[in-house]
């Protein structure tokens, strides 16, 4: 079986998708990845890796950090959808080469459903998020923690086909310049293909942190988080000595989270909540979420960033913006968790870090200031979170992701080949 993955993003994105292409290739199928450069170093040496995205993901690197929030997203979408234009053609250039048998796609890379329906092979939607199968257990992931009922939750779920339908004329380009008949529906539902067919749906997190509802359909597959296995990683001596120093410290980083307060007040912030709790701190800048430079404090180490799967479980405890991979790698560690979510699925990670018990209340940016020394006494002197946390990491920890994937689409390409 070839099996020909594309999805886009920074390195955390990555992961979970060379974890799979690296499960596909030790199974002894042939496995493609279509992915920005510079993430040669994640990918099993068995896996043929295809250029795509990498124009994009520098424009999105130098745009985020800059936003103030909502009101600039216009100027975020006119800077990137000429590199989304080049992105489409770059994965098409990848299916040429693989010819594959199946095509794996991330909705970000939007072309994946039409390649995959003019080479006549299953297109399989994946993204670590219940974001696309509709339920009544909960409404669409970006509407956070709120329940409106499960008609009203379900009905949640058309908002989805709002977030391609400004690309319908780029991808109409497309399907006539390949040859496609018709033009890309707008409004198309993202379950469907081009045909009517149902589409197959992998959501690499756990069970245990999202349960499956009862009402999926048997094309909606929870696998358990796709982690990647990566080589032993060497810490620079200076946090290497520090975490040899005394007690094991709280993690606190943003990623690229710029929006709302400053990146210098951020940091000022997080310094001040650390002392007002004599906790030892690893401040991580990321890439514009908080401010550089060495701390005042030498109870504070601030560094650029550092593997999470080294680093969380050497932590207390950690608290981030709740992304989906930061997310999964503080339970996986067993480390109780405190979410500060500034958009799109972060409140939704952040409630469920919370409902499962392995963390407080998120808080929201604009309250950080305010409440950050109260939620880190909260997040380390809460019992019941560390013990919570430990043990859905151990639950974690115990799941195959990957073969469970992997089981998964030699289904349905058995199931295509058997219907050829």
């Not at 886009?8 to 992961?15: A, K, L, N, S």
Request: with cysteine; charged share 20%.
């Amino acid at each position: 079986m070839r099996v020909l993955i594309m999805t886009f993003g920074t390195r955390g994105d990555i992961q979970p998708y060379a974890a799979l292409a690296g499960r596909l290739a030790a199974a002894g199928h042939e496995a493609h990845l279509a992915v920005p450069e510079g993430f040669e170093d994640l990918l099993a040496p068995e896996v043929i890796v295809h250029p795509a995205g990498s124009e994009m993901l520098r424009l999105v690197q130098e745009v985020l950090p800059e936003l103030s929030g909502a009101r600039d997203a216009p100027k975020t979408f006119r800077t990137i959808k000429t590199a989304m234009r080049g992105h489409v053609q770059e994965t098409w250039a990848a299916a040429r080469e693989a010819q594959p048998d199946l095509i794996v796609f991330h909705p970000k890379c939007l072309a994946g459903p039409h390649i995959a329906e003019l080479l006549g092979v299953p297109a399989v939607l994946s993204l670590p998020l219940p974001f696309y199968t509709p339920t009544g257990a909960h409404p669409v992931p970006f509407l956070g923690r709120a329940s409106f009922g499960r008609a009203g939750n379900r009905a949640s779920y058309r908002l989805i086909r709002l977030a391609t339908a400004a690309y319908g004329g780029m991808l109409s380009d497309f399907r006539a310049q390949v040859g496609l008949p018709g033009r890309a529906r707008r409004l198309a539902d993202p379950l469907r293909a081009h045909d009517g067919s149902p589409v197959h749906t992998l959501y690499p997190y756990s069970r245990h942190v999202v349960p499956v509802p009862s009402d999926y359909p048997a094309t909606a597959h929870v696998t358990g988080y796709w982690f990647l296995e990566e080589p032993a990683w060497e810490p620079p001596a200076e946090l290497q000595e520090f975490l040899d120093a005394g007690e094991p410290p709280v993690y606190l980083g943003f990623g690229s989270m710029g929006f709302g307060q400053g990146a210098d007040e951020r940091r000022e912030t997080i310094l001040q909540a650390l002392e007002r709790c004599s906790l030892r701190g690893i401040v991580a800048t990321g890439w514009g979420g908080i401010a550089g430079g060495a701390s005042p404090s030498r109870d504070v180490l601030v560094i650029d960033g550092a593997p999470h799967d080294w680093l969380f479980p050497r932590m207390r405890a950690v608290v981030h913006h709740g992304g989906a991979g930061s997310t999964a790698a503080g339970l996986r560690a067993g480390r109780p968790t405190l979410v500060v979510p500034f958009l799109g699925d972060q409140p939704f990670w952040g409630g469920r870090v919370q409902d499962i018990g392995a963390g407080p209340a998120p808080i929201p940016p604009r309250a950080l200031e305010r409440r950050l020394a109260d939620g880190l006494d909260e997040l380390t002197g809460t019992p019941l979170f560390a013990r919570r946390a430990e043990a859905v990491g151990a639950e974690l920890r115990a799941e195959d992701g990957p073969g469970v994937a992997v089981d998964v689409l030699e289904r349905i390409a058995a199931g295509a080949a058997g219907a050829a």
